[in-house]
């Protein structure tokens, strides 16, 4: 099992940048792909980006494919979501997610973390 706890989630004006941090901790860190989901108010959970296990692989939502990067540091236990020129509609709460399969990853993942979130003023 992993434990998954996100980071760096706050305020910020349309047009700026944030990198949100998930410490992992459990089993070993590498064993697991990883990804990003978020919520908005009143709507569904949605897939934001995903990570292979080695950091080779990544898949994105087409919508956030050109402003947001996925990245993980092995020997850290931690993946990152770089957000550039965030706009209102990025406002949700986002969720930190762990599974043993890639394809889970986009779907719906076996561990999920807290969530954190992230206000983008217009």
């Known amino acids: 099992q992993v434990q998954l706890v996100e980071s760096g989630g706050g305020l910020v004006q349309a047009g700026g940048s944030l990198r949100l941090s998930c410490a992992a901790s459990?089993?070993?860190?590498?064993?697991?792909?990883m990804g990003w989901f978020r919520q908005a108010p009143g709507k569904e959970r949605e897939f934001v980006a995903g990570i292979s296990r080695s950091g080779l692989g990544t898949q994105y939502a087409d919508s956030m494919k050109a402003r947001f990067t996925i990245s993980r540091d092995n020997a850290k236990n931690m993946v990152y979501l770089h957000m550039n020129n965030l706009k209102p509609e990025d406002t949700a709460v986002y969720y930190c997610?762990?599974?043993?399969?890639?394809?889970?990853?986009?779907?719906?993942?076996?561990?999920w973390g807290q969530g954190t979130q992230v206000t983008v003023s217009s």
């Open positions: 997610a762990a599974d043993t399969e890639f394809t889970a990853i986009t779907r719906w993942p076996d561990y």
């Open positions: 459990g089993r070993t860190f590498s064993t697991y792909n």
